[in-house]
Structure formats: C-alpha cells, structure tokens
T-cell receptor, first 111, second 116 residues
Framework: GQQVMQIPQYQHVQEGEDFTTYCNSS?????IQWYKQRPGGHPVFLIQ?????EVKKQKRLTFQFGEAKKNSSLHITATQTTDVGTYFC???????????FGTGTRLQVFP | DTEVTQTPKHLVMGMTNKKSLKCEQH?????MYWYKQKAKKPPELMFV???????INESVPSRFSPECPNSSLLNLHLHALQPEDSALYLC???????????????FGPGTRLTVL
C-alpha cells in the first residue's frame, strides 16, 4: 500500500542547533502538508507545498518539496524549546482524497 | 472561527458499554474526518464524510459507527469495544473533497478513550 516514511524517528538537539526531518513517499503526491503535534496535543497545520521543487519559509522553518513530488523536508534553524513536538508530513496521492500521514519525527530540544 | 471542538475530552468505558464521541465545526466545511491515533504513531484515517454522506470507510470494524446529522456535526458511536481500541480519537474538517489540491485539515483536540 501507499506509505510515507519519515527519518529520523526521534531526534534530540541542544537549543540553538539546527534540525531536519525528511519525508519519503512510495507514490507521487499531488501535494504535501506539514503538521506539528505538541505533546498531549493535536496536529496543527503548518504549511502546504504543491509545486515540484517548491521551497517555502516560515521564520526559522524551511520546507521543500522534491522535484519528483515524492519527498519533502522540514528544516528548523536555531531550534528553541518551543519547537518541541512531533512533526508529521502528510500527502495526497493523485486521484485520492485520502491524506496519508508520515510516520513522524519527534523533536526534543534541551535548553 | 477556525476551531473544531470535540467532546468528551476523556472517556473511560467498559467493553459492554455504548458511548458516543461528538465533533462540531462552524467553518462551513463540507468534509469531516475521524482519525484514530495510538501513542507515538501518526493519525490513521477511519472515516470521511463529504456533504454529509459517508465517502470513505477504511475497513473499520462495525463496533465503530459514524454519523453525520448535519454539515456541522459528526458523531462516532462506540459499542462493544476492545481494550486495543484505546487511543486518541481525532476529528478533523476541511473545505471539501474532490479538489485537485487537497485542503488543509483542521483538527479538534481529540477524545482520549480508554477501554477497560
């Protein structure tokens, strides 16, 4: 079946260090979305990428969508303790209405 | 208002109980979703409603029964659950289905269900 894998599964960093999570889909996606889920919370939408090779920035966060529309990445510059949580990518394979969530990367930031 | 509300926040039930989870949104969204999330796992899609009609059922056991009474409300009726059904149940909504580019999904805070 369709799978979306993320690596790493878990990462802990010192505050101020950078962090990257990678998202890989077994099928081509029409778009990719990123969500953040704080501990004990629910997924909150961060951004959507649609075009092949697209790059978007939100303050310290940089999102990329691969040229083949099968992978994506999220890079956080100079992490802060407020960045703690699990980051999920989620994509729609073409011709489906289902949003398939990636396996998630849990980020821990130590002060 | 970009809020999706869910009640109750926590629910403990026995295997013989019947209970219902409720979800409400007032954003005018016409697609609503139920997800199940186990600890340290991604949300798993259960059901999707589009314009109050069931559009997707991800082969969910019949002990879970969804209902969409109107465009703002979504219920999940629970009966004869098993302990392995304990999880966080998330409701979400989006503008519509069937678009070339999918819409953002707005998630509710979830109901944390424990089945004894």
């Amino acid at each position: 079946g369709q799978q979306v894998m993320q690596i790493p599964q878990y990462q802990h960093v010192q505050e101020g260090e950078d962090f990257t999570t990678y998202c890989n889909s077994s099928t081509t996606l029409s778009n990719i979305q990123w969500y953040k889920q704080r501990p004990g919370g629910h997924p909150v939408f961060l951004i959507q990428l649609v075009k092949s090779g697209e790059v978007k920035k939100q303050k310290r966060l940089t999102f990329q969508f691969g040229e083949a529309k099968k992978n994506s990445s999220l890079h956080i510059t100079a992490t802060q303790t407020t960045d703690v949580g699990t980051y999920f990518c989620a994509g729609n394979p073409y011709n489906t209405d289902k949003l398939i969530f990636g396996t998630g990367t849990r980020l821990q930031v130590f002060p | 208002d970009t809020e999706v509300t869910q009640t109750p926040k926590h629910l403990v039930m026995g295997m013989t109980n019947k209970k219902s989870l409720k979800c409400e949104q007032h954003m005018g969204h016409r697609a609503m979703y139920w997800y199940k999330q186990k600890a340290k796992k991604p949300p798993e899609l259960m059901f999707v409603y589009s314009y109050e009609k069931l559009s997707i059922n991800e082969s969910v056991p019949s002990r879970f029964s969804p209902e969409c009474p109107n465009s703002s409300l979504l219920n999940l009726h629970l009966h004869a659950l098993q302990p392995e059904d304990s999880a966080l149940y998330l409701c979400a909504s989006s503008q519509a289905l069937g678009r070339e580019i999918s819409d953002t999904q707005y998630f509710g805070p979830g109901t944390r269900l424990t089945v004894l």
